[in-house]
C-alpha cells in the first residue's frame, strides 16, 4: 500500500518536506500506528510526531483520529492543530 503523506506548518518544517510517498510496513493500520511509525525514522521525523496527541490528521478530505483506519487510503495529511483567537 503506498500513501501520499501531506505535511504542514511544524510538522513540515521539522520533517523539511511537504510531500512524500509512502508505503507503510504491515500491522500498520491505524492514524496512531502510522505516526508512531513515522517517528521511528528518527531526525526531524522524531521530533515532529514526538507527542501524537498532538498530531491532526485527515484521510482524504475527512479528519481522522488516531484510532481510524488508513486501509485503502491515498493521501493522508499530517499536521498540528490550529490555534487562533
Known sequence: MTIELLYFA???EAIGRS???VSPPDGIATI???IAWLATRGGGYAEAFADPARIRAAVG???ADLDSPIANAR???LFPPVTGG
Open 10 to 12: 511544524r510538522v513540515r
Open 75 to 77: 493521501e493522508i495529511a
Open 19 to 21: 510531500a512524500e510517498s
Open 61 to 63: 478530505e475527512d479528519f
Open 32 to 34: 496512531g500506528a502510522l
